[in-house]
């Protein structure tokens, strides 16, 4: 008998399960009899535990068990049979007015949706660029030097300036009150840094070993701490230490501190170019990614499953206590996070997935093997040891998953710019690390 499959609204569908009664009181005695066998109570035998005692200590159990078990059957035959792409997990419940001898369940539940894509030759995309500049080395290699920094007590008679490592004792106070996070003892940070507000580096540039200053100190309205933005405090420093930083020169010896295979400080500028134009490629191809995703969620058409909506938005809840739990927040697990917060989130990942995936399935844009195993080699050029990185990805499936979808993306990057208005636009290699 063919399945009959109401429609409801727009995805939803429901179909009427029906199972025999005595088909489930035969399989709830059968698993019953099989767990007697192991079964221990007080006073009986391993296995010697009447039927009786069973049935009323697992009795409700195990029905439960294979209703559950039967009717999960019977709708998984029931859509397979009606070749329905079901979306989450059915709504079942019992119905009443079943034929004698049969007891009837209503599956409710949504089916995937029709994916319209649309015409992409109308989408307009932005696709950046940028360029790896003899600046760009130059900041890099000034960041390795301060990694690498050195610093030597300066004369007291000399006042602190920019790039020198200052130890003072702060207190603040607020209408005269100390505050929580105000006061520190031994407390160093590198002056022009920009680690401290302007206001306090501003106090303590030029102050000399053992001085003190008192000075007010206007903390913004956006200050992390909400308990002092957007007041004045008074605070008292003084300094204890002043020291001035060395740089290591860029030399040879510089290079083999580094690793460089070829020590030179030619080698090492190449070095370093050729690690910054592999970032610049990847943030590259995140940024036109992310245009392209954005053009095809704009043309597509089509309904969005709940279910599936329903689901990723607790996925993103849950995703959220895992990263306040990771923080240190205490009861991160009952931390009041309201689900809708994140439904607009929800809804484009579930859009963009379903219209990824159909795209990919109408023009053939699966990964290939070759691709998978290029990404790869890839992601390990930026290692140390790149075959032991390749061997890491190749020994794991949820790895190798997680290269092929972003293989796939790449492809459906490629596909879209190939067919769509593409607008260019040059950035500077900062513009580009600092977005």
Avoid at 62 to 88: C, H, I, P, T, W
Wanted: overall charge negative.
């Amino acid at each position: 008998m063919a399945v009959q499959v109401e429609n409801l609204e727009k995805l939803e569908r429901r179909i009427t399960l029906t199972l025999s009664a005595d088909a489930l009181k035969n399989e709830v005695e059968s698993r019953l009899k099989r767990l007697a066998r192991t079964v221990k109570a007080d006073g009986f035998r391993p296995g010697k535990v009447p039927m009786s005692v069973v049935s009323q200590r697992y009795g409700y159990s195990v029905q439960y068990e294979v209703m559950n078990d039967k009717v999960g059957e019977a709708f998984s035959r029931a859509a397979s049979e009606a070749q329905l792409r079901v979306a989450g997990a059915p709504r079942i419940t019992e119905k009443e007015g079943a034929p004698e001898g049969e007891i009837a369940f209503d599956a409710t539940f949504e089916v995937y949706p029709d994916v319209k894509l649309g015409d992409l030759s109308t989408a307009e995309v932005e696709r950046v660029s940028a360029e790896v500049t003899e600046e760009a080395i130059d900041k890099t290699l000034d960041i390795l030097r301060k990694q690498r920094r050195t610093f030597a007590q300066r004369p007291a008679a000399e006042g602190a300036a920019d790039g020198d490592r200052v130890t003072i004792d702060f207190e603040g106070k607020i209408d005269g009150t100390p505050f929580e996070g105000g006061k520190a003892e031994g407390f160093q940070f590198i002056l022009g840094e920009g680690r401290m507000l302007e206001q306090f580096e501003k106090a303590v540039r030029g102050m000399k070993a053992g001085e003190s200053k008192t000075f007010p100190l206007n903390f913004p309205e956006d200050y992390h701490g909400k308990d002092v933005a957007g007041k004045e405090a008074d605070f008292l420093v003084t300094l204890k230490k002043v020291e001035s930083q060395n740089l290591p020169e860029v030399n040879e010896a510089f290079a083999k501190s580094l690793g460089i295979a070829d020590a030179t400080v030619e080698g090492l500028r190449a070095d370093i170019k050729k690690n910054l134009e592999r970032e610049v490629k990847f943030r590259l191809m995140a940024r036109n990614k992310a245009a392209v995703m954005d053009a095809l969620v704009k043309t597509a058409e089509l309904d969005l499953p709940k279910a599936l909506v329903q689901n990723e938005t607790e996925r993103l809840v849950e995703g959220a206590r895992a990263d306040l739990k990771q923080r240190g927040v205490k009861d991160a697990d009952k931390a009041p996070i309201p689900a809708e917060m994140f439904t607009p989130q929800a809804e484009r990942r579930v859009r963009l997935g379903l219209v990824v995936a159909e795209l990919v399935k109408v023009e053939k844009l699966q990964a290939t093997p070759d691709q998978i195993k290029a990404h790869v080699e890839e992601l390990a050029q930026s290692y140390e040891k790149p075959a032991d990185v390749v061997r890491w990805y190749f020994g794991d499936r949820q790895r190798m998953a997680e290269v092929e979808a972003v293989v796939i993306e790449n492809n459906v990057t490629a596909f879209v710019l190939g067919k769509a208005k593409v607008v260019d636009k040059q950035l500077s290699f900062d513009e580009l690390m600092n977005a």
